[in-house]
């Protein structure tokens, strides 16, 4: 749980977009991870991955040594 919370701190990211988040989406050689979709839920119980919320947030997140680190 640590480790959720130093790639949200540390990135900025949204809950949903860490939960989301994919192996295939970090590199951690480059320090980079590309948001792809986001963990939403459907009348608070039945969770699905969507888009993420805003056009912007799709996109590549530059990754601190600390959240490397964590990953």
Partial sequence: ???L??????TGMRKGE????HWADVHLDEHVL????TLSNINNSTPIFTT???????????????VTSAL
Avoid: C, D, H, Y
């Fill in 52 to 66: 993420p919320k805003t056009k912007s947030s799709l996109a590549w997140v530059g990754l601190s040594n600390r």
């Fill in 34 to 37: 590309f948001v792809r979709q």
């Fill in 5 to 10: 919370f130093e790639l949200i701190i540390g």
């Fill in 18 to 21: 860490a939960l989301a988040l």
């Fill in 1 to 3: 749980m640590t480790n």
